[in-house]
């Protein structure tokens, strides 16, 4: 079983950035892939970026590539989202998942596990 709980998230002005963080307990954390998604009010949940179990591995949405970065650190039981350039598009609530499997999937179907969510809101 893994519990996760997402942090870092706020109100930017368009441009800026904001640094998110997925802090999970669970001893098997280090061999899971970890995923970030998002969902907008009215839209449906979305695959932003992924990230496998030794951080060799990373996947993005195309509409954040070259702006956000994920990254870990397994000794801290922790998954990071680096959003720079952010844009009004990029409001939503933002929610960590883990998968078993350690295949980045870019599917919300294909997780475990998830956290409640963090708001991001980007001001125009």
């Known amino acids: 079983q893994v519990q996760l709980v997402e942090s870092g998230g706020g109100l930017v002005q368009a441009g800026g950035s904001l640094r998110l963080s997925c802090a999970a307990s669970?001893?098997?954390?280090?061999?899971?892939?970890m995923g970030w998604f998002r969902q907008a009010p009215g839209k449906e949940r979305e695959f932003v970026a992924a990230?496998?179990?030794?951080?060799?591995?990373?996947y993005y949405a195309d509409s954040v590539k070259g702006r956000f970065t994920i990254s870990r650190d397994n000794a801290k039981n922790t998954v990071y989202l680096q959003m720079n350039s952010l844009k009004p598009e990029d409001t939503a609530v933002y929610y960590c998942?883990?998968?078993?499997?350690?295949?980045?999937?870019?599917?919300?179907?294909?997780?475990?596990?998830w956290g409640q969510g963090t708001q991001v809101t980007v001001s125009s």
């Open positions: 990230i496998s179990w030794n951080g060799g591995g990373s």
């Open positions: 669970g001893r098997t954390f280090s061999t899971y892939a």
């Open positions: 998942a883990a998968d078993r499997t350690n295949i980045m999937y870019t599917t919300e179907g294909q997780y475990d596990y």
